[in-house]
């Protein structure tokens, strides 16, 4: 088994909770803190893009990235069924919903296939 290291995963997660929390803190400011996730996604993927342009990302922050998509991935479950259960709420409000959820979901991860086919 390969040593864990420590450091990387530190600034990796301090990387993701600094873009998440910023954008929280922006779309604050103008009244929509709903779309602070999928902003803070969407400006980490942008900054990483141009980064990628310019230099090479760093073979530690891709690995750790890759465990932490891997080991996280269960924790989506409860997700979902809060999401089912908020659904069933929802009434007339569910189409807008679906766009935003089906936006907000399979944009960024079409974007990560992007990323993940041309840098493999």
Request: net charge positive; aromatic share 14%; charged share 15%.
């Amino acid at each position: 088994m390969k040593e864990i290291d420590w450091t990387a995963w530190f600034y990796t997660i301090l990387l993701i909770v600094v873009f998440r929390e910023g954008a929280v803190a922006i779309t604050t400011f103008f009244q929509h803190p709903e779309l602070g996730n999928l902003v803070g996604l969407i400006s980490l993927l942008s900054v990483l893009l141009i980064w990628r342009k310019f230099r090479k990302i760093s073979n530690r922050l891709i690995d750790t990235n890759n465990r932490i998509m891997k080991e996280s991935s269960f924790a989506f479950l409860p997700i979902c069924a809060g999401s089912l259960i908020m659904l069933v709420h929802l009434g007339k409000e569910i189409p807008v919903f679906l766009f935003i959820l089906t936006l907000s979901t399979l944009l960024p991860l079409w974007i990560y296939a992007k990323m993940a086919k041309r840098w493999l």
